[in-house]
């Protein structure tokens, strides 16, 4: 009986293995920032747990948010110069049209001379000049600021992209230092 117990305990250990099994995800994907910087936060705690929206890489941003509130006070006071000028340009277009008129009055009488009708024109041609400059003054801070609006969305832009935050992903591993 020992000896049927003993080959039947060899036989076992003969016949057994040992298995391993690895886990694979079903899908893994490579997360880079969009921006380039140094890296300032490395969270290496959430590695192997999900993430829930924390930020996992956060790379320095406080260049991109000083531009950005100097964008902002720059925005300000070109929307403020813009009110004061597109103010001026009334009062400059209401003075236009009183030399109009004026000269539109004085043109045909005979009793003035050729010289008061000429200042009185040439007070009208210097007074639709000045209403034409500011237009034009106008119109170009309005550019400046429809392209500082862009910029201001391009900062935005690439401040978030300077911060890694998946939500609901498990993260495996980060190679990040």
Known sequence: MKILMIAALSALQLSA?????????????????????SVVISNREIEGSIANGNVVVQIDDALNKEELASSKRKLN???????ANKENLKNLEMISEIRQSQYDRIKTLKTKSQVEKDAELTNLIGAKNQVISLQ????????QINDLLYKI???????AKKKIAPSNLFIYKLYVD
């Open 136 to 143: 034009a003054t106008v119109a170009n801070q309005e550019v």
């Open 17 to 37: 293995a040992v298995y391993y099994a690895k886990v694979e995800p079903v899908e893994t994907y490579t997360i880079k920032a969009a921006a380039s910087g």
């Open 77 to 83: 006071s070109l929307k403020m110069i813009l009110a």
């Open 153 to 159: 969305d391009t900062i935005n832009d690439t401040i």
